[in-house]
């Protein structure tokens, strides 16, 4: 399981830890993993490869210089440019020593910062040591002037990039985009969340020892899948594995009825049951044999396609009190699940309509919308998009780290729809039926995009091969 804390979180672990060890003990460990961390990303060593140090005021670009005296003792020519008034002054020294060279504000400041750029371009990377967790979101405009001019040199951002918020994945303002981001101690909600995950790049954990408590936000690795899915118990039947029920897809979207079906019917519980009109019962038959009609389920999925008779597919599965799912039309009537055991299935647009904000708002701040609709619905929320949501009515939440663009295809929703469904009647809770679903379907939409373009149905023909490897 990948964990993200807090700044408060780490704050007080880091509190806990500077009490107990040699001062500075910290900052060497987050050196040494950083300058580690650019050595590999440098590919051929650091002799004679030329690194800039972009430093701010605090202890972020402490580690960032000296990490770079690292770096220059084992060759590689080292500039920092200090961007406030004030930097890290054993670190200064450390650099200086190490034979690095250090300019001030007032030389990096000269014009926008573009004439300090191009009179030292040839940089092989630049390191991102202006903020970490104590700043602020955004960048003063001269550190902004500064990027832009060194835009196409590799960035590696020191715990993260700079101008991002830790703590909520959320920008405000210019930001650094890395190509890698090497943190310390934990990850951090901005490692996992977007927007601001998307400016992290590749993410490098260095382990400063840090006793962490528990984490609110986490994102499963395949081994949590692997050890989180049902498995059939040697004496199991059908019934004892579970009967997943589909109430989607109508005469106009028959293929919505399919999809959701196809995903039910990924072998994770022991049954299909369809209800439905009976020429759409009709084509799923024909589509999976083994699904049969209406009857007793341990978990509805509803709402796909279903159009005018969203409410009733919705009130109808409501009746039998088991867990549900609530996708697409039956999203308009979520306010009906409050307390009982259910996930929604939103995309951004359809959460925007839930909460009475526009989709780009929604995207802005996934996380913080997913928590809210989750405390307001009283139900765990999928909030689909690039890095999905999965949020629990106490705040707890899980982000899907697998997933390609590729699954920005319609009818990939239904299919999810089915498969957190079959996760559900297999005896899952909630939060992880939705977090292992969301996990599984992004997966097999990786592995499916492996041969080239996919349609949704392609989804749903990789999730064998896909469980089969977990
Ligand atoms: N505390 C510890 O034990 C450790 C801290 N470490 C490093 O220390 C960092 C935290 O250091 P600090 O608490 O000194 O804080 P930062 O270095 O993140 O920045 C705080 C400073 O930046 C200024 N600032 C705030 N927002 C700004 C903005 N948007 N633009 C420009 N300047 C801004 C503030 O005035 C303040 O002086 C971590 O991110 C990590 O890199 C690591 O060395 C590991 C150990
Ligand atoms: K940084």
């Given at each position: 399981m990948i964990r993200a804390h807090t700044v408060e979180q780490v704050r007080a672990a880091e509190a806990d830890l500077l009490a107990r060890l040699p001062e500075g003990t910290l900052m060497q460990r987050a050196a040494h993993g950083l300058a580690h961390a650019v050595v590999d990303l440098l590919g051929s060593g650091a002799y004679g490869r030329r690194v800039l140090l972009l430093v701010g005021s605090g202890d972020n670009g402490g580690d960032a210089l000296y990490a770079g005296a690292l770096l220059a003792r084992r060759g590689a020519q080292v500039e920092a440019w200090l961007l406030s008034d004030t930097a890290h002054e054993r670190g200064v020294a450390a650099l200086r020593a190490a034979g690095g060279r250090v300019r001030h504000r007032e030389v990096t400041r000269s014009g926008d910062g573009r004439r300090a750029a191009s009179s030292t371009c040839g940089y092989d990377v630049v390191v991102d040591g202006i903020v970490g967790i104590g700043g602020r979101p955004g960048l003063r405009p001269a550190a902004a002037a500064v990027l832009d001019a060194l835009a196409g040199?590799?960035?590696?951002?020191?715990?993260?990039p700079s101008g991002v918020d830790a703590d909520t994945g959320e920008l405000e303002g210019p930001h650094v985009t890395a190509d890698l981001t090497v943190t310390f101690g934990t990850h951090k909600p901005c490692h996992l969340a977007d927007p601001a995950a998307a400016a992290c790049g590749a993410i490098h954990l260095v382990d400063i020892g840090l006793d962490l408590p528990e984490a609110l936000l986490e994102a499963l690795q395949p081994s949590d899948v692997a050890a989180l899915l049902p498995r059939p118990v040697p004496d199991a039947h059908k019934y004892t594995r579970g009967v997943v029920g589909v109430r989607a897809g109508s005469a106009t979207y028959p293929g919505a009825a399919l999809l959701s079906v196809s995903g039910a019917a990924c072998g994770l519980a022991g049954m299909v049951r369809y209800d439905g009109d009976d020429p759409v019962l009709d084509l799923v038959r024909a589509a999976h044999p083994e699904v049969v009609g209406p009857g007793r389920v341990q978990a509805w999925v509803v709402g796909s396609g279903s159009a005018a008779g969203a409410e009733s597919a919705l009130r109808a599965s409501l009746a039998d009190a088991v867990p549900l799912v609530v996708d697409a039309d039956a999203l308009a009537f979520a306010d009906l699940v409050a307390g009982r055991p259910a996930v929604l299935t939103p995309h951004a647009g359809e959460l925007g309509q839930m909460l009475g904000e526009e989709r780009e708002v929604i995207e802005s701040a996934p996380l913080r919308f997913a928590r809210r609709a989750a405390e307001q619905y009283d139900a765990v929320v999928l909030l689909k998009g690039r890095r999905s949501v999965i949020a629990r009515p106490d705040g707890r939440a899980r982000v899907t780290l697998s997933g390609t663009p590729w699954l920005a295809t319609a009818g990939a929703g239904?299919?999810?729809?089915?498969?957190?469904?079959?996760?559900?009647?297999?005896?899952?809770?909630?939060f992880d039926a939705a977090s292992v679903g969301s996990w599984l379907h992004g997966a097999a939409g990786t592995l499916a995009a492996q041969r080239g373009p996919i349609v949704a149905s392609d989804v749903a023909v990789a999730l064998p091969a896909l469980l089969g490897s977990l």
């Amino acid at each position: 399981m990948i964990r993200a804390h807090t700044v408060e979180q780490v704050r007080a672990a880091e509190a806990d830890l500077l009490a107990r060890l040699p001062e500075g003990t910290l900052m060497q460990r987050a050196a040494h993993g950083l300058a580690h961390a650019v050595v590999d990303l440098l590919g051929s060593g650091a002799y004679g490869r030329r690194v800039l140090l972009l430093v701010g005021s605090g202890d972020n670009g402490g580690d960032a210089l000296y990490a770079g005296a690292l770096l220059a003792r084992r060759g590689a020519q080292v500039e920092a440019w200090l961007l406030s008034d004030t930097a890290h002054e054993r670190g200064v020294a450390a650099l200086r020593a190490a034979g690095g060279r250090v300019r001030h504000r007032e030389v990096t400041r000269s014009g926008d910062g573009r004439r300090a750029a191009s009179s030292t371009c040839g940089y092989d990377v630049v390191v991102d040591g202006i903020v970490g967790i104590g700043g602020r979101p955004g960048l003063r405009p001269a550190a902004a002037a500064v990027l832009d001019a060194l835009a196409g040199i590799p960035v590696v951002a020191v715990d993260l990039p700079s101008g991002v918020d830790a703590d909520t994945g959320e920008l405000e303002g210019p930001h650094v985009t890395a190509d890698l981001t090497v943190t310390f101690g934990t990850h951090k909600p901005c490692h996992l969340a977007d927007p601001a995950a998307a400016a992290c790049g590749a993410i490098h954990l260095v382990d400063i020892g840090l006793d962490l408590p528990e984490a609110l936000l986490e994102a499963l690795q395949p081994s949590d899948v692997a050890a989180l899915l049902p498995r059939p118990v040697p004496d199991a039947h059908k019934y004892t594995r579970g009967v997943v029920g589909v109430r989607a897809g109508s005469a106009t979207y028959p293929g919505a009825a399919l999809l959701s079906v196809s995903g039910a019917a990924c072998g994770l519980a022991g049954m299909v049951r369809y209800d439905g009109d009976d020429p759409v019962l009709d084509l799923v038959r024909a589509a999976h044999p083994e699904v049969v009609g209406p009857g007793r389920v341990q978990a509805w999925v509803v709402g796909s396609g279903s159009a005018a008779g969203a409410e009733s597919a919705l009130r109808a599965s409501l009746a039998d009190a088991v867990p549900l799912v609530v996708d697409a039309d039956a999203l308009a009537f979520a306010d009906l699940v409050a307390g009982r055991p259910a996930v929604l299935t939103p995309h951004a647009g359809e959460l925007g309509q839930m909460l009475g904000e526009e989709r780009e708002v929604i995207e802005s701040a996934p996380l913080r919308f997913a928590r809210r609709a989750a405390e307001q619905y009283d139900a765990v929320v999928l909030l689909k998009g690039r890095r999905s949501v999965i949020a629990r009515p106490d705040g707890r939440a899980r982000v899907t780290l697998s997933g390609t663009p590729w699954l920005a295809t319609a009818g990939a929703g239904d299919v999810l729809g089915g498969l957190v469904g079959a996760l559900l009647a297999a005896g899952l809770d909630p939060f992880d039926a939705a977090s292992v679903g969301s996990w599984l379907h992004g997966a097999a939409g990786t592995l499916a995009a492996q041969r080239g373009p996919i349609v949704a149905s392609d989804v749903a023909v990789a999730l064998p091969a896909l469980l089969g490897s977990l």
